[in-house]
């Protein structure tokens, strides 16, 4: 996998503040503006997730998160989520803004799927 990402990929993603689990599950994120895209959700954290989508975003974009995840027919909503890397069709969010209902409901998804 290193191989066909960039350093400053490798770099970013070496410096994960939290174990990641493989999950796959739909997500819409809304920017400034009519800034709006869908993806899916390939790896999830209590501090971020890696995603991939045909919309286009940078570093340092700013998006506020819907995920669509299985256990509850309601999204889990992340209030500021900051790309932090791109590849291709491939990035990383850091999770900025959540609250406190939102996060226990991540952290108890994460600690499930490494049970």
Not at 9 to 15: F, G, I, K, Q, S
Not at 36 to 65: H, N, R, W
């Amino acid at each position: 996998m290193t191989n066909s990402l960039s350093k400053t990929a490798v770099a970013n993603m070496n410096t994960r503040k939290a174990r990641r689990v493989r999950l796959v599950c739909r997500v819409f994120f809304f920017g400034q503006g009519d800034f709006e895209g869908e993806g899916k959700i390939v790896d999830l954290s209590t501090s971020g997730c890696l995603a991939e989508s045909e919309v286009s975003v940078t570093p340092g974009m700013e998006f506020q998160l819907s995920l669509f995840l299985l256990d509850h027919p309601w999204p889990l909503r992340v209030e500021k989520a900051v790309v932090r890397w791109t590849h291709g069709r491939s990035f990383g969010l850091e999770f900025v803004t959540l609250r406190p209902a939102q996060r226990e409901r991540l952290r108890a998804i994460v600690m499930k799927a490494n049970a």
